[in-house]
């Protein structure tokens, strides 16, 4: 599939907002479940012990908040574009989405055509951002609990840790489909972790309406 | 639990005998306190006093009652402090003491902000919380406890438990009979059966003690429900995601021409 014709897919914004997500959540999730269990307290000597690895989480936490509010600020435009993008609905979504665990054990189920955003993708960016955001408000008030009532901070425990149980969840779908490890998405690591782009042929693949779209514009 | 604390709220003179005996088995420092109009002091428990009284005063029919608690760790059977910490360092010993393992302790203050009474202190400096440990020093070694066994009034006892709940109940019928008809042995079975219990002459939450103490209901879904949940939907995902692999394997594009019209 290489050396044909490629089709711009992520921004280099988009790009570099997901590498630091990718990065910084990684590092959270480890350092988080190292206090998950007391079984698991080991995996903070990789930080020199619970001490490190709490001070690791809360600085990968201001990089996990701080870079998305600046992207916000900075480019607006890009995140109106993303929200329209995710909270669009279209005809061909529900059937895709309701289609797609059967599509998930056998790939040759045929799916109906999509336009940027799969619904599934969709579907799952709502419980990621969710997630994050029920991560990101619960996780400041335990940082700083002296400054919230004691009720409050005693909700957030568990809140903070439904909240890692569904974006664990929805992260492995992500990492599974999104690297490409599900043999229907070989390559698709790609688009968001290489330059951004995606062959002709697998966008017509994947999101057939937008592919299509874009080739209408790039014909007038 | 075989061993217990019987804390006779109704004959405590208010010494601070136990204050003083604490801070000097456990070898904590005095505090620089400040007089706040009243004879309580120091007026919470920190890191370095692990029990004070607390005085109370009470208005009843126009005349002023003045009570007396001894607050310390309860050592509970149910011991929330005991499920939220991530690192095991609060646990349950076989006499029943709860102690915090200060090379374990991280600080996290878990146990602090989710204790149903309000007994763990966070010392800053030391990054580690600090509690009654229940003598467990002297106790192991057939001791008693500092306080109980400085106590002149005999209001705090330590002994087996069920020697213990008797004396607590015939004490509550002796003052029911006396004038307090809201007198309760606190402790007997709350929490799953306290290991400090009170004789309290009027109601718990007079002395500020919650009145059907429990695990917040936020601890219990925290680590009851959410902590096994997460690595049963994790691996389920993970499952998934496998046999999904598996079944794909060898998966080309164009494949799906061959199922025909189906839409």
Redesign the interface.
Known sequence: MRGKRRVIRQSAAARFLHWTHTISCLLLFYTGLA????RL?GLAAVFG???GS?FAHRVCGVFFIGIPILMIIFNWRGFVNFLKDIFTWEENDTTWLLRFPIY?????????PQGRLKSGQKFADWFIIGSSILLILTGIAMAF?ANFP?GL???C??LH??G??IL??FL??HI?LGLG????YRGAWRYMFGDGTVSE?EAK?HWTRWYEEVKGKEST | MAKAMLIDVSKCTACKGCQVACKAWNELPAEKTEFKGTYENPLSLSPTTWTRVKFIEMAENGEVKWLFLKTQCLHCTEATCVK?????AAHKTEEGAILIDKEKC?????CV??CPFEIPKYDADE?KVFKCRFCFDRVSNGLTPACALTCPPGAVRFGERDELVSLGRDRVSALKANGNPNAKLYGETELGGLGVMYVLPEKASIYGLPKEPRV?I??V??EDI??P??PI??GA??A??A???L?????K?G??A??GG??
């Open positions: 206090l998950y269990l007391p307290n012990g619970l001490d709490r998930l054990f056998r790939a040759k189920t045929k799916m109906p609990p004691k901070v005693q909700w425990f568990p840790e439904l890692m149980i664990g969840v492995l779908g599974y490890i599900f043999q229907p042929e693949y | 939220v910490c991530p690192t095991g991280t600080g996290c203050k878990y902000q989710n990054n917040p936020s601890v879904l925290w959410l902590k949940l997460g939907l994790g995902a993970v998934a995601f046999l999904s692999f079944l794909n394997i060898g998966y594009h494949e799906e061959e199922e189906e839409k």
